[in-house]
């Protein structure tokens, strides 16, 4: 089993800037890709931002620029750095992983979500 721990959504007004974090832990022998979907109300969850075991980076054309994915794999985490941030950002962001588990088995595993309000 893995878990998906997320945090640092919140309300910040347009034009600020918000961190967010997804921590991976369980029965994980290694992780391949990880990245962030988004999904706002009555709309279909969309990709925001992948990165792989090397470090090769993907962004959805609406974030470049603004977005940065990175991350820790000493620690199994996640981060997306979001600047300037806009009201069409408002959304849910759920992080996910591609893993191999202890067992060999290949999971694909969601976060739980965090709300994310770009609002004056």
């Known amino acids: 089993q893995v878990q998906l721990v997320e945090s640092g959504g919140g309300l910040v007004q347009p034009g600020g800037s918000l961190r967010l974090s997804c921590a991976a832990s369980?029965?994980?022998?290694?992780?391949?890709?990880m990245g962030w979907y988004r999904q706002a109300p009555g709309k279909e969850r969309d990709l925001v931002a992948t990165i792989g075991s090397g470090g090769n980076t993907n962004y959805r054309d609406s974030v470049k620029g603004r977005f940065t994915i990175s991350r820790d794999n000493a620690k199994n985490t996640v981060y997306l750095q979001m600047n300037s941030l806009k009201p069409e950002d408002t959304a849910v962001y759920y992080c996910?992983?591609?893993?191999?588990?202890?067992?060999?088995?290949?999971?694909?595993?969601w976060g739980q979500g965090t709300q994310v309000t770009v609002s004056s």
């Open positions: 369980g029965s994980i022998l290694s992780i391949n890709a």
């Open positions: 996910y992983i591609d893993s191999i588990a202890t067992t060999r088995a290949t999971l694909h595993t």
